[in-house]
């Protein structure tokens, strides 16, 4: 399983971010609904939209925004509270006023459309106004019917200030003679050490914290019957990491999570859709929530953004499959090529071509050797390889 998974995340890894473009709008209608708050129902909240997929995968809204991801019935996936960060303060729907202050509802509203690679689609959007200043902030789900895909969306039509929830000055964090931040020094010497050192600036790469917690996900009252578990790729390398349980996220430095059940039969893959590298699957999701309902995973932008600007929308998206986690990861990977307009190069020199590399464990990896002029300058030590490649008529193409 584990090659084809890979092989599969590495044919979108090159996704052409700016081709995507928005689906064309759904015309919206407005409705009000009578249960629209969780008290108003002796039984509960009630379902106010659901869409589900021909091969058992169904998200539901409730009345109290609330939503739920389930599979052939089974809820594995349940909503911790809409949480976002504006103007130095957290508002959140639902919210323990020790978290933040409320998030003002104003209304659902429903409808379809057609995006122009993607198909029709169905959506439905909850609408709400942050503070008195009344700034709109519009969430949405969304079902493109072909594809079957459900997207998750953040949408601020008037954009919003001041979302960030930690401060980092990369200025003044990278500055000469800071040393205990920077990422390393810069050898220019034959006894010049690299000194990797990633406390402070690793940990801004690799934060969980977003802005905006919209899908945020905890576990669904039958995921431990299901034996769930979770698989991601983590890092600079891609390096695959799995759990036990919904989870997984790993911050700006994380990839999608594939989440299946014990018998690697049904499968989900989440992922951010748009806006690459801001858009995150967050881990630090307690905005707002009690320990009980505290989201596992959060999407949303990296919390180190300062502001929205108006129009400003992300999205992430949620595939399934009945077939097992490599077979979730194409269907995933299929949609986001379509959407963007990926297309596989013919002749790639990086897969096709015999290449030199000098990292990861190869002997000439500079930086693992304390005089790391032993051997020579990497400039001088690649040209002599080159030129001893080339009388033995061995065809390397290029040097890493």
């Given at each position: 399983?584990?090659?084809?998974?890979?092989?599969?995340?590495?044919?979108?890894?090159?996704?052409?971010?700016?081709?995507?473009?928005?689906?064309?709008?759904?015309?919206?209608?407005?409705?009000?609904?009578?249960?629209?708050?969780?008290?108003?129902?002796?039984?509960?909240?009630?379902p106010?939209?659901?869409?589900?997929?021909?091969?058992?995968?169904?998200?539901?809204?409730?009345?109290?925004?609330?939503?739920?991801?389930?599979?052939?019935?089974?809820?594995?996936?349940?909503?911790?509270?809409?949480?976002l960060?504006?103007?130095?303060?957290?508002?959140?729907?639902?919210?323990?006023?020790?978290?933040?202050?409320?998030?003002?509802?104003?209304?659902?509203?429903?409808?379809?459309?057609?995006?122009?690679?993607?198909?029709?689609f169905?959506?439905?959007?909850?609408?709400?106004?942050?503070?008195?200043?009344?700034?709109?902030?519009?969430?949405?789900?969304?079902?493109?019917?072909?594809?079957?895909?459900?997207?998750?969306q953040?949408?601020?039509?008037?954009?919003?200030?001041?979302?960030?929830?930690?401060?980092?000055?990369?200025?003044?964090?990278?500055?000469?003679?800071?040393?205990?931040?920077?990422?390393f020094?810069?050898?220019?010497?034959?006894k010049?050490?690299?000194?990797?050192?990633?406390?402070?600036?690793?940990?801004?790469?690799?934060?969980?914290?977003?802005?905006?917690?919209?899908?945020?996900?905890?576990?669904?009252?039958?995921?431990?019957?299901?034996?769930?578990?979770?698989?991601?790729?983590?890092?600079?390398?891609?390096?695959?990491?799995?759990?036990?349980?919904?989870?997984?996220?790993?911050?700006?430095?994380?990839?999608?999570?594939?989440?299946y059940?014990?018998?690697?039969?049904?499968?989900?893959?989440?992922?951010p859709?748009?806006?690459?590298?801001?858009?995150?699957?967050?881990?630090?999701?307690?905005?707002?929530?009690?320990?009980?309902?505290?989201?596992?995973?959060?999407?949303?932008t990296?919390?180190?953004?300062?502001?929205?600007?108006?129009?400003?929308?992300?999205?992430?998206?949620?595939?399934?499959?009945?077939?097992?986690?490599?077979?979730?990861?194409?269907?995933?990977?299929?949609?986001?090529?379509?959407?963007?307009?990926?297309?596989?190069?013919?002749?790639?020199?990086?897969?096709?071509?015999?290449?030199?590399?000098?990292?990861?464990?190869?002997?000439?990896?500079?930086y693992?050797?304390?005089?790391?002029?032993?051997?020579?300058?990497?400039?001088?030590?690649?040209?002599?390889?080159?030129?001893?490649?080339?009388?033995?008529?061995?065809?390397?193409?290029?040097?890493?």
């Amino acid at each position: 399983m584990a090659p084809a998974l890979i092989t599969a995340v590495a044919l979108v890894a090159g996704l052409a971010h700016g081709i995507w473009r928005e689906r064309d709008q759904a015309t919206l209608r407005v409705f009000s609904y009578p249960a629209s708050t969780s008290n108003a129902s002796p039984s509960g909240p009630s379902p106010v939209w659901s869409r589900n997929t021909t091969d058992g995968l169904k998200v539901i809204l409730y009345s109290d925004r609330s939503y739920k991801v389930l599979v052939a019935g089974s809820s594995w996936m349940e909503s911790s509270p809409i949480a976002l960060h504006g103007g130095g303060f957290w508002f959140c729907d639902p919210c323990i006023a020790s978290k933040g202050h409320a998030l003002d509802f104003i209304t659902f509203a429903s409808g379809s459309g057609n995006h122009f690679t993607l198909g029709p689609f169905d959506q439905v959007q909850m609408q709400y106004t942050i503070g008195t200043t009344k700034i709109p902030v519009h969430f949405s789900i969304i079902y493109y019917k072909e594809t079957e895909t459900f997207m998750f969306q953040q949408r601020f039509p008037s954009g919003l200030g001041q979302v960030n929830t930690s401060h980092w000055d990369p200025a003044s964090t990278l500055k000469t003679g800071n040393n205990n931040h920077k990422a390393f020094i810069v050898a220019t010497g034959p006894k010049d050490k690299f000194e990797v050192n990633w406390p402070h600036v690793g940990q801004f790469l690799s934060s969980g914290e977003v802005s905006v917690h919209f899908p945020s996900f905890r576990d669904g009252k039958d995921a431990q019957n299901y034996m769930l578990r979770h698989l991601t790729w983590v890092g600079r390398f891609a390096v695959s990491r799995s759990g036990d349980g919904v989870g997984g996220a790993a911050g700006q430095e994380g990839g999608p999570i594939v989440i299946y059940d014990g018998n690697a039969e049904n499968a989900l893959v989440l992922s951010p859709f748009d806006n690459f590298k801001s858009n995150i699957l967050g881990y630090d999701c307690e905005a707002g929530g009690s320990v009980e309902n505290k989201a596992k995973i959060c999407a949303g932008t990296h919390g180190h953004v300062v502001s929205f600007p108006p129009g400003y929308s992300t999205t992430t998206s949620l595939s399934f499959s009945k077939h097992g986690p490599t077979d979730a990861v194409y269907k995933w990977g299929k949609v986001m090529q379509m959407a963007h307009g990926t297309k596989k190069m013919q002749k790639d020199p990086i897969s096709s071509k015999l290449s030199y590399w000098t990292d990861n464990g190869a002997f000439y990896s500079w930086y693992k050797w304390e005089d790391i002029m032993k051997m020579g300058s990497p400039n001088e030590v690649l040209i002599k390889l080159s030129s001893e490649f080339a009388e033995k008529e061995i065809p390397v193409h290029y040097y890493q």
